[in-house]
Nanobody, 122 residues
């Protein structure tokens, strides 16, 4: 079992930055691909970014390309999401998740955190 805990969310003005962290426990995540998803009020959960277990392969949603950067530190069992140039439409609960494969699909992820709220004011 892998337990995931997100942190770093908060309230920020449009154009600002936040760095989300996802700390894992219970098992080392070095063999898992990791992903970030988000869910805005009244909307379905959507893919944001993913990174392979090695950190070599990365996928990003078109809506965040050039603004968000996913990274990982396997030694710290932690994954990060650096979010720059934030927009009001980035407001959502952000979730990290672990998968055996790198994927943009929600169903591919086996373990999920509880989420952290990101609110961007315009």
């Amino acid at each position: 079992q892998v337990q995931l805990g997100e942190s770093g969310g908060g309230l920020v003005q449009a154009g600002g930055s936040l760095r989300l962290s996802c700390a894992a426990s219970g098992r080392n995540i070095s063999t898992y691909s990791m992903g970030w998803f988000r869910q805005a009020p009244g909307k379905e959960r959507e893919f944001v970014s993913s990174i392979s277990y090695s950190g070599i392969f990365v996928k990003n949603a078109d809506s965040v390309k050039g603004r968000f950067t996913i990274s990982r530190d396997n030694a710290k069992n932690t994954v990060y999401l650096q979010m720059n140039s934030l927009k009001s439409e980035d407001t959502a609960v952000y979730y990290c998740a672990a998968s055996s494969v790198i994927s943009t699909k929600i169903d591919a992820y086996e373990y999920w955190g509880q989420g952290t709220q990101v609110t961007v004011s315009s």
